[in-house]
């Protein structure tokens, strides 16, 4: 599953990716240059297990609380109805 969160001013780069595989393996947030000529990628995080408190930390980092929390909010629910599929 993949979402795009165009936040804009308040998000480093104005567009965060969040990924998860149907496999769970990993969780991988891409910041992105919302610059509509060269959408380059700015910065990776990549998780290989549900570490809620280590995602909230660098997403504090690089966008506002709100967003973290809206971000937080849709892994968490891909996350668990993946789970309830396995």
């Given amino acids: 599953m993949t979402k795009t ?11 965060i990716r969040v990924s998860i595989p149907k496999t769970l393996t990993t969780i991988k947030i891409d910041i992105i240059d919302s610059n ?7 910065n990776q ?7 809620r408190i280590r995602m ?4 504090f980092q690089i966008t506002s609380g709100y967003w973290s929390d809206q971000i937080l909010a849709w892994i968490n629910k891909s ?3 993946q789970l309830a599929k396995i």
């Fill in 36 to 42: 509509f000529k060269t959408k380059k990628l700015i």
């Fill in 56 to 59: 909230e930390r660098d997403l």
């Fill in 5 to 15: 969160f165009k936040i804009g001013e308040y998000a480093l780069g104005g567009t």
């Fill in 79 to 81: 996350w668990q109805s």
């Fill in 45 to 51: 995080y990549i998780y290989y297990s549900f570490d």
